[in-house]
């Protein structure tokens, strides 16, 4: 089954260029306009990865939507791409270093940096859910 990639982005260009780069490569690409307002606006797309466009309106839009999906227990392995003109911008950086499965990828992106980004995030989901179910079952028989 295909992976899902949730996009958000104000920029209908944005949504189709990340619909048809990702589409072409097998993903399943939902797209949504900003803002992510609930998790369960997450939940209903089911997503294996989420990429998420950096200071549209304000700084702190993309905080407050991934502070909604870290919040969400059954959301919070998600790995997030924040996508970014502002890349060397410190806010960015800081959140960045305080989450967990979260990259940047800065604007202009390169689109082999793109397909690498988002194939390495989903394989270490993966590979940690693997692991924890692992931990899980071990956990079951002893």
């Not at 990702?22 to 294996?48: C, F, K, M």
């Not at 392995?77 to 270093?97: E, K, L, R, S």
């Not at 989450?99 to 989903?122: C, R, T």
Request: aromatic residues 4%; negative net charge.
């Amino acid at each position: 089954m295909p992976k899902r990639i949730l996009v958000v982005d104000d920029s209908s260009e944005i949504l189709d260029l990340f619909r048809d780069l990702l589409s072409d490569e097998g993903y399943t690409v939902i797209t949504q306009h900003y803002p992510i307002e609930s998790a369960a606006q997450v939940r209903r797309a089911a997503p294996d990865l989420i990429i998420l466009d950096h200071w549209m309106h304000n700084k702190e839009v993309s905080q407050v939507a991934i502070t909604r999906i870290r919040m969400a227990a059954d959301l919070a392995h998600i790995p997030i791409i924040i996508c970014t003109g502002f890349a060397n911008g410190q806010d960015v950086q800081a959140i960045a270093h305080r989450e967990k499965n979260l990259q940047v990828l800065s604007k202009p992106f390169n689109i082999d940096d793109l397909y690498e980004m988002v194939q390495l995030l989903i394989t270490r989901a993966e590979a940690q859910a693997a692991t924890a179910n692992q931990q899980i079952a071990q956990s079951a028989t002893e």
